[in-house]
């Protein structure tokens, strides 16, 4: 096992010592969503605006299964899981011809489109008021309103997540997603059916996306209109980029730093989103890979300092 | 019979006429050699034949079969492949994963596509890594392709056609940029191949050109103008005036 894996697996089982059990909980969900999010971002190169609309779905339909049906969460999490790749197909199917700010401004437009159904829709979304009352039904005798519980469980399936989708990016579709990010031209010329790929990319994202959302539900016990606005879509790229796009594990660092920042800071700060802004100013001038590549760099400098203090002696 | 062939391919950007009734045929296991001044609609005629953009007209056959129109992903998969006369890579994977990408799209199977680890399709890895050896770049396999030189990435541009294990292989100018020497060695690569595979080059150096060609076709502003053996081009009175007056005085 690599050590990034043990440092996650250890984050893991430290992180409920170190902080509330909702707000260890709301990291590794971000964190799922993040991962989602950098398929198409840092491995495809497609900058989705848009992601949220995924995890709103997801949210707002298993939410309402949950409910008023009280759905086994299996049957809740599969069902969020379908939802947030079949909307994240529906996108995908209208943006992947597109590039550029095209792109980018139609995975926003459609977004909107969401967000205002959502927002119109108030029977079943209650509208600005939100979808509360979902509820956290017993899985196998384990009462998930015990939040250590509900942790553990979030915690698990944030590992699953990480795993499958380290196989996903190791595979040949890993590749060519990166190859399509490189060259779309040269990509196409060898074989490859380039906006059917990113199809792809958009739909597995979207089902990670969707996971996230149904998990979110069930965390704060209610589907707050904002899930599925532009905000949400603007943090979890905000998160990825912060924690480093062009690294598997950045967003998880992203998420890390997104959620500790907006905890911890937004008490003492109403406008805590403009120091957002400013560290994503710092990313783009400074530190295009984020804090991954922040690191990368603190270390290097520091084992040159080393050597140069060796040399002195 | 001819492996690839065209019959009043056209293509028209707006008002000009970049490929204008070119009616060619390829002779399977041959080394045609397609020459003209620049502008000359070269590079455009290799973008109609592998799908790149539609003719405006015209049929393009390949091994009896009519693929005009079909997408440029599909014609790869056909057979046909190319090298671009602009480098055109990807900058920021290895050179063997450059050269694997095309040897896994060649391999027209997506079993295992979004679970099988890539290091475990080992034919495919193989194919990359002759490919690679072929054009003399097996020990750079791990290097990103932005790093290497201007010339090596003109190796590893002919390295990806290769990878697709091609029954038609399309080289636009493999030797542009290159310095004397550069261009010495990619001759002899190119010389190389011939007889494995059947080869369309375009080439811009003349005794290039005449040193490896079988048969040689001269374009001018769009229209072929002549086809023959090397010896044959360069007695023709036609293409010395056209195109070789201005080549050989250089
Ligand atoms: N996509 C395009 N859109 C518009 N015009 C184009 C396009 N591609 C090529 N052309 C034009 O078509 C003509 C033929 O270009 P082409 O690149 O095929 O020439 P070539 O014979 O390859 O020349 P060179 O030897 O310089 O590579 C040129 O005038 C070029 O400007
Ligand atoms: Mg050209």
Redesign the pocket.
């Known amino acids: 096992m690599s050590r990034a894996w043990l440092a996650v697996l250890a984050a893991a089982v430290l992180l409920p010592m170190a902080v509330r059990h909702a707000l260890a909980t709301e990291i590794w969900i971000f964190a799922i969503f993040g991962l989602g999010l950098n398929l198409l971002l840092g491995y495809t190169g497609l900058l989705s605006f848009g992601q949220s609309t995924f995890f709103g779905a997801a949210a707002y339909v298993a939410g309402y299964l949950l409910k008023h049906y009280e759905t086994n969460v299996f049957a809740a999490l599969g069902v969020g899981i379908v939802v947030g790749a079949v909307s994240a197909a529906l996108v995908g199917y209208l943006c992947v011809r597109r590039s550029g700010l095209y792109f980018i401004m139609l995975t926003f437009a459609l977004n909107q489109m969401f967000y205002f159904i959502a927002y119109q829709w108030t029977t079943v979304t209650g509208g600005e008021d939100g979808m509360p009352g979902i509820g956290r039904p017993a899985l196998l005798g384990v009462d998930f309103r015990n939040p250590l519980a509900y942790y553990v469980f979030v915690a698990a399936l944030f590992l699953l997540s990480l795993w499958i989708m380290q196989r996903i990016v190791e595979s040949p579709l890993g590749k060519i997603l990166q190859a399509i990010r490189e060259n779309d031209v040269r990509a196409e010329a060898v074989g490859y059916d380039v906006p059917r790929f990113k199809l792809l990319a958009f739909v597995i994202g979207g089902a990670f996306s969707g996971l996230a959302g149904v998990l979110y539900s069930m965390l704060f016990g209610i589907v707050p209109l904002e899930a599925i606005g532009f905000v949400f879509s603007g943090n979890v790229l905000f998160a990825t980029l912060i924690g480093g796009s062009g690294s598997f594990y950045g967003p998880i660092i992203g998420s890390f730093v997104f959620i500790w920042l907006s905890e911890s800071v937004s008490v003492v700060w109403e406008r805590w989103p403009l120091l957002l802004g400013v560290a994503f100013v710092i990313v783009v001038l400074f530190f295009r890979g984020g804090c991954v590549e922040a690191w990368a760099r603190f270390w290097s400098w520091r084992e040159r300092r080393r050597a140069l203090a060796g040399i002195a002696q | 019979m001819a492996l690839l062939r065209t019959e009043s391919l056209t293509?028209a950007?707006?008002a000009?006429t970049?490929?204008n009734g070119v009616t060619l045929e390829v002779q399977a296991g041959t080394l045609h050699s397609i020459i003209?001044?620049?502008?000359?609609?070269?590079?455009?005629?290799?973008?109609l034949l592998t799908g790149q953009?539609p003719p405006t007209s015209g049929r393009i056959v390949f091994d009896g079969r009519d693929i005009t129109g079909t997408p440029a992903h599909r014609i790869a998969h056909l057979g046909l492949a190319r090298s671009f006369?602009r480098t055109n890579v990807f900058p920021a994977l290895s050179i063997l994963d450059n050269v694997w990408i095309a040897a896994f799209a060649r391999g027209r199977s997506w079993r295992g596509l979004v679970w099988r680890r890539s290091d475990g399709y080992a034919e495919v890895t193989e194919r990359a890594r002759v490919a690679l050896a072929d054009v003399g770049l097996a020990d750079k396999a791990d290097q990103p392709a932005r790093e290497i030189s201007h010339g090596e990435q003109r190796q590893l541009e002919l390295a990806i056609a290769l990878a697709a294990a091609p029954r038609v292989l399309l080289l636009?100018?493999p030797a542009?940029g290159l310095s004397p020497d550069e261009t010495q060695k990619m001759v002899a690569l190119v010389r190389g191949l011939k007889g494995r595979y059947t080869i369309v080059l375009?080439e811009?150096k003349m005794d290039i050109i005449m040193g490896v060609s079988d048969r040689v076709s001269v374009?001018h502003f769009?229209s072929l103008i002549a086809e023959g053996t090397p010896a044959e081009i360069q007695r023709n009175p036609e293409v010395r005036r056209a195109y070789l007056g201005g080549m050989v005085a250089e």
């Not at chain 2, 003209?36 to 973008?47: D, Q, S, V």
């Open positions: 293509k950007f707006g000009l970049a490929v003209g001044p620049n502008g000359a609609g070269k590079t455009t005629l290799f973008n953009f006369q636009d100018e542009a375009i811009h374009m769009g």
